[in-house]
């Protein structure tokens, strides 16, 4: 549970509609670092940087809101490079994050290669072999914070796969202490929309260095975005009174 009182995005439904791009995302993703305490003067966080848009826009958000937060922190970058998908945009990524002030690095998983035989690629054995390799790098280089690009969509998404495919009331945490590492995992855009961080990357030309993970989207989660999409009618008022439904009560998002 959090230590305090936990609020939803404070920011009006006007500015949302009129503020730029990159303004919102600092502004919600600044908010959600100090309602769920993300971040804490001295912490050493390591960006897992996918190459997608939303990680990079991540990056570029927490860079740029060290000033403004007034919470000192170290932030340095770790990319997974696998054996299906070469990402011929890294030395882009790479450029990005020197300019931003982010050091970077590029450790090779052999994902495919770790899969038993008879065994298929798929979305859940990549992200744990990610994960696992993340929280092994985390604790060697001393870093106490791992920050992911999980946002409000995918949080949603997440909560109603779990629900009708599991008949489960389990969410992805905003924020998750784990019992067995020193580290703690945090996703500082959690309350935005991916069409939100879209417009953002667009804006400071990072779509086009983004890449793409050739597996995409799994089709259950698709279904689901479809599904949510349908009876939310998209607005994003309707997907922050969600969150803020798994927020009280017994808090889904914190563990």
Same mark, same amino acid.
């Given at each position: 549970?959090?230590?305090?009182?936990?609020?939803?995005?404070?920011?009006?439904?006007?500015?949302l509609?009129?503020?730029?791009?990159?303004?919102?995302?600092?502004?919600?993703?600044?908010?959600?670092?100090?309602?769920?305490?993300?971040?804490?003067?001295?912490?050493?966080?390591?960006?897992?940087?996918?190459?997608?848009? $939303?990680?990079?826009?991540?990056?570029w958000?927490?860079?740029?809101?060290?000033?403004?937060?007034? %919470?000192?922190?170290?932030?340095?970058?770790?990319?997974i490079?696998?054996?299906?998908?070469?990402?011929?945009?890294?030395?882009?990524?790479?450029?990005?994050?020197? =300019?931003?002030?982010?050091?970077?690095?590029?450790?090779?998983?052999?994902?495919?290669?770790?899969?038993?035989?008879?065994?298929?690629? =798929?979305? &859940?054995?990549?992200?744990?072999?990610?994960?696992? +390799?993340?929280?092994? &790098?985390?604790? +060697?280089?001393?870093? =106490?914070?791992?920050?992911?690009?999980?946002?409000?969509?995918?949080? %949603?998404?997440?909560?109603?796969?779990?629900?009708?495919?599991?008949?489960?009331?389990?969410?992805?945490?905003?924020?998750?202490? &784990?019992?067995?590492?020193?580290?703690?995992?945090?996703?500082?855009?959690?309350?935005? /929309?991916?069409?939100? %961080?879209?417009?953002?990357?667009?804006? /400071?030309?990072?779509?086009?260095?983004?890449?793409?993970?050739?597996?995409?989207?799994n089709?259950?989660?698709? $279904?689901?975005r479809?599904?949510?999409?349908?009876?939310?009618?998209?607005?994003?008022?309707?997907?922050?009174?969600?969150?803020?439904?798994?927020?009280?009560?017994? $808090?889904?998002?914190?563990?």
């Open positions: 549970m959090p230590s305090g009182p936990v609020k939803g995005p404070p920011v009006s439904d006007r500015f509609r009129r503020g730029s791009a990159g303004e919102i995302v600092r502004k919600l993703c600044a908010r959600a670092v100090l309602d769920r305490e993300l971040i804490s003067p001295g912490d050493k966080i390591l960006i897992a940087a996918s190459g997608g848009k $939303d990680s990079t826009v991540m990056a958000a927490l860079s740029k809101l060290k000033r403004s937060l007034k %919470i000192r922190y170290e932030l340095e970058a770790l990319h490079s696998t054996d299906f998908c070469a990402c011929c945009k890294k030395p882009v990524l790479a450029q990005k994050l020197e =300019n931003w002030d982010i050091p970077f690095a590029d450790l090779f998983v052999p994902v495919m290669g770790r899969l038993k035989e008879g065994k298929k690629m =798929n979305c &859940y054995w990549c992200s744990t072999q990610r994960r696992t +390799e993340l929280l092994k &790098y985390a604790v +060697e280089k001393g870093f =106490n914070k791992i920050a992911l690009g999980h946002h409000l969509d995918d949080i %949603i998404e997440t909560f109603f796969m779990n629900l009708t495919a599991k008949g489960e009331l389990g969410a992805m945490p905003i924020k998750l202490r &784990y019992r067995k590492y020193p580290v703690t995992l945090i996703r500082p855009l959690a309350y935005l /929309e991916e069409r939100q %961080i879209i417009a953002c990357a667009a804006e /400071e030309l990072i779509l086009k260095a983004a890449c793409t993970c050739p597996y995409g989207v089709s259950k989660r698709r $279904d689901m479809e599904k949510i999409a349908c009876f939310t009618g998209g607005s994003g008022a309707v997907k922050r009174r969600i969150l803020a439904a798994l927020t009280r009560g017994r $808090d889904l998002l914190t563990e």
